[in-house]
């Protein structure tokens, strides 16, 4: 998996998909700092997340971004989407090889170096930690640190993906601290303040 410095966006959808989403999904892709869009939808049926990220899809590729599903490899699989994420009570990876061969498959590690360990001798493509920040995503149940961060380093090559509450306040920390990417949602998606694009522009 290659790293730009430049790209260190892991742009995560929102829960529900409104009809303005795509024009600003080209927005925020034309600024080039996205490297992943992950598509999570948990309400939504197998048939609706097909027609959604079908279109998403054909944007990514557009804008060089890879496309990854959550949670769901056999939508990943249908899809042809670039990978998928799996959680912790998600299948394992090899099965989710078995399903997509050889695409991206990152994992969550939470705040567990054990967990990381596990995820770098299965092969993953990359590791999440988090939440770094209380996040208005989901309930944070595990909270994850800089010294995290600096230790997972010392064990691997394989890429970090920072999640949790992450905002134009705290981004930078983070990204001196090592971690390659930054998945970020409801700062771009939920922001009373500011328009996604507006978002995307704070993250330098």
């Not at 804008?63 to 009570?89: E, M, P, R, S, T």
């Not at 600096?150 to 394989?158: E, F, G, L, S, V």
Request: glycine share 4%; with cysteine; proline share 1%.
């Amino acid at each position: 998996m290659k790293i730009n410095r430049k790209k260190f966006i892991y742009l995560i959808s929102p829960l529900k998909i409104n009809k303005f989403f795509y024009s600003n999904l080209i927005k925020i892709l034309k600024q080039k700092k996205v490297s992943f869009f992950q598509l999570r939808l948990k309400k939504e049926s197998f048939k609706k997340k097909l027609i959604i990220g079908k279109k998403i899809k054909k944007i990514c590729k557009k804008f060089n971004v890879k496309f990854l599903i959550n949670d769901d490899v056999y939508l990943a699989k249908k899809l042809n989407a670039d990978g998928c994420h799996l959680g912790q009570k998600d299948m394992d990876i090899d099965d989710a090889r078995k399903i997509i061969g050889n695409k991206i498959i990152g994992v969550t590690c939470h705040n567990s170096i054990k967990l990381a360990r596990n995820a770098i001798n299965n092969k993953a493509s990359y590791l999440a930690f988090g939440a770094f920040n209380s996040s208005k995503t989901k309930r944070v149940k595990y909270k994850a640190s800089i010294n995290l961060l600096n230790k997972a380093r010392k064990i691997t090559k394989t890429p970090i993906v920072a999640i949790g509450g992450i905002n134009a306040d705290n981004y930078k920390k983070l990204l001196l601290n090592k971690a390659n990417f930054l998945a970020i949602s409801s700062y771009i998606w939920k922001n009373k303040e500011l328009k996604p694009i507006e978002a995307i522009k704070n993250l330098k």
